[in-house]
């Protein structure tokens, strides 16, 4: 037998409070008696209540005292050796990606992981000492070096699921350098993936296997004659055939339903034609709940239908002809015609020429201006020289980049415009707001650079029309759970608030902008509210459970392993006995009183 707790021993000395209470003589008041029919049993009874006596059998004394004994047992929490248990440094690791929360006889298989660790942790040797490791998308060491059983057991407790994905096989390494800090270690390892102890000492619970298990796999959409398209593609990855119905909807609307008979292992590519564009977002959902419901949803953000237009005034520049051509959502119009009266275009972009009037609408984009312009101040021609591309929200993903300008224009930066290019103290291009009107410009010709050689010369085009178009990167259609969002297409931000689909609220300042949002571990749709330009603005994002946890999850179950190496360190392990001896103890109490009452 052993005891989880020996220290609960210390209280031992206090039973015997209970036999110095039977020992010690009672105190009575003297009482004058009218009779001597009561002297005998006085007599009878001098001897008993003498102090510090010999102490005579006496049923009650025996079963409170060891009522006591079985109290301070419980508290030791005593077991019963009857094997090996896991001692010296244990290294728990659990799995808790997405597809642990597969299902089981109604408990998913993190919830049986975390009650196994706890199991071993109770049953452990005395000197263990533990550290905890739970794996998702990243291995994150929630403790280190704690010999308290409690406070390990708390821990494995909170772990909450994930619906990342994720692999023990990646994050090996670093259990492995954690196994090789002790001298003496042992490594259990809680999952559903087939894994190796390689050469690491401990033991693999291996917790997957089969299931019913429907899921959908992939969303997209086409756009034709102003209706969309949408394929979801639906996988089963169960052992048996499995029939389902698949229910598409524009965002609370219920917009088609199918049904399904998949074979095992198969899947099907399912159309929904005609859905009208005024949607923000589709979710596709199989309408049965299976052993793993995070994969039987996805969500589609739908891009905005309204492509920014763009008149290019060019006679012979197919470098930015073709750079703007490939921008999505722009559509590019090109015209070397200088008298036509032009209307209706987000962006005007002149590319040395200019017409006889300039239009009253939209933004304005000059490349290597004439003399004339009533936005500049033309010099001469000077030679150019290294071009540096500087540090500005325009110039975002080039900023440090240079190239090589023959000659340009002498332009004095008017004040109301940023610097971007700079030759020298001279500025080769520039960007600001003119009496409300956002306009660009660049003081040499295209031509005379080697600017449309260099891999920053697409994202500078890029950059300059989203500014001037007010036309934001829309970014994927979805993302997985466990991905960073990014969000540096909001430039000039003011503030930023992203709302998850349970609810929560997270204020994002400025300088996580570069980096992104990272908390995406709920599904479903994220609302980006932002302020720009003084104007209140919202964004939807799409986040979905990674559809290989949902394939990996239902492979079959596999047997482990289990490794005895020679730093592998047990005692014997055994049967927690604290809940019976307090059963019994309840039901001893019972008994004492039980007797007591008859006695009186």
Request: net charge negative; proline share 3%; hydrophobic share 40%.
């Amino acid at each position: 037998m052993g005891f989880n707790n020996p220290y609960a021993w210390a209280l031992l000395p206090l039973v015997g409070l209970i036999i110095l209470m039977y020992m010690l003589k009672q105190q009575h008041e003297e009482m004058e008696i009218s009779s001597l029919y009561l002297w005998e049993k006085v007599l009878a009874q001098s001897e008993v209540k003498k102090p510090w006596q010999k102490l005579k059998n006496n049923i009650l004394m025996l079963m409170q005292l060891l009522a006591a004994f079985l109290i301070i047992m419980a508290l030791s929490n005593p077991f019963l050796t009857k094997g090996k248990a896991l001692g010296g440094n244990i290294i728990i690791v659990i799995d808790r990606s997405g597809s642990m929360n597969a299902s089981y006889e109604g408990k998913t298989r993190l919830d049986i992981a975390k009650s196994m660790a706890e199991k071993a942790i109770v049953e452990s040797d005395n000197s263990s000492v533990f550290t905890l490791i739970s794996i998702d998308k990243t291995a994150n060491v929630e403790f280190s070096g704690v010999a308290d059983k409690q406070e390990a057991i708390k821990a494995v407790e909170s772990l909450e699921k994930t619906n990342m994905s994720g692999s023990i096989k990646v994050h090996l390494s670093l259990i492995k350098s954690i196994y090789k800090q002790f001298e003496s270690a042992n490594v259990l390892i809680y999952t559903d993936e087939e894994v190796a102890l390689e050469d690491m000492s401990g033991e693999i619970i291996a917790l997957g296997g089969y299931g019913s298990n429907v899921g959908i796999g992939h969303i997209s959409y086409s756009q034709d004659s102003g209706e969309y398209t949408v394929l979801v593609r639906v996988e089963n990855s169960s052992q048996e055939t499995e029939k389902r119905e698949l229910a598409l909807y524009g965002e609370d609307r219920l917009l088609g339903l199918k049904d399904l008979e998949l074979a095992p292992g198969e899947s099907s590519n399912v159309l929904f034609e005609g859905i009208d564009t005024v949607y923000k977002y589709l979710m596709a959902e199989l309408t049965e709940e299976d052993d793993l419901p995070e994969d039987n949803r996805a969500y589609l953000v739908l891009e905005s239908t309204d492509p920014k237009s763009v008149l290019l005034f060019s006679e012979k520049n197919i470098f930015i002809e073709k750079a703007l051509s490939s921008i999505k959502g722009l559509e590019v119009y090109k015209t070397d015609d200088i008298n036509i009266s032009a209307e209706g275009y987000d962006l005007y972009i002149f590319d040395g020429i200019m017409p006889t009037k300039l239009p009253d609408d939209g933004s304005l984009f000059f490349v290597n201006p004439r003399e004339g312009n009533p936005y500049f101040k033309s010099g001469e021609t000077i030679e150019g020289g290294r071009a540096d591309i500087l540090e500005h929200s325009l110039n975002e993903n080039i900023d440090g980049y240079n190239f090589y300008i023959g000659k340009m224009k002498a332009l004095e930066k008017p004040y109301w415009a940023d610097a971007l290019i700079k030759v020298g103290n001279n500025t080769a291009a520039g960007a600001g707001v003119y009496e409300g009107r956002k306009i660009a410009y660049t003081a040499f010709d295209i031509h005379d650079s080697d600017f449309p050689l260099d891999a920053s010369f697409p994202i500078f085009m890029y950059n300059i029309a989203a500014y001037l178009t007010d036309m934001e990167h829309q970014g994927k259609s979805y993302y997985f759970t466990g991905e960073i969002i990014p969000l540096n297409f909001i430039s000039g931000i003011q503030e930023a608030v992203m709302e998850d689909p349970d609810g929560k609220k997270t204020s994002i300042g400025e300088e996580l902008l570069d980096y992104g949002y990272s908390d995406t571990n709920s599904i479903g749709i994220y609302k980006l509210s932002y302020k720009k330009d003084q104007d209140e603005r919202e964004r939807i994002l799409a986040v979905n459970f990674p559809r290989e946890e949902g394939i990996d999850a239902f492979q079959g179950q596999w047997e482990g392993e289990r490794k005895e190496g020679n730093r592998r360190g047990y005692s014997l392990m055994g049967l927690n006995l604290q809940a019976p001896i307090i059963i019994f103890v309840l039901l001893l109490l019972a008994a004492e009183w039980m007797v007591y009452i008859r006695g009186n």
